[in-house]
């Protein structure tokens, strides 16, 4: 490939997304709303289930952090992570 074709490479973050990434999105708004307040829970992300599907993860502390969370936001699964304090260094 010349340096001719690499500059015809454009770069468009959005152009890849799977059908209904705003549905994700939506979600992942709608967690952070939901549950940042909450005691314990230290962070909401957006992931693929095992299945290949979108869903919400939440970093939570414990156990009864875990138990506490809703199965879905937006239609979307809610997978727990116990992920123990998180702190900077």
Known sequence: MNQDENAALSYNPGEHRQAGSDGIQNAFVEAERQLMHRDGVKGV??????????GIVVYVVDQRVLSQLPATV?????????????RAL
């Open 74 to 86: 937006g239609g979307f699964p809610v997978v727990g992570e116990i992920t123990g304090e998180i």
């Open 45 to 54: 992300g957006m992931m693929k289930t095992a299945d290949g599907k979108d």
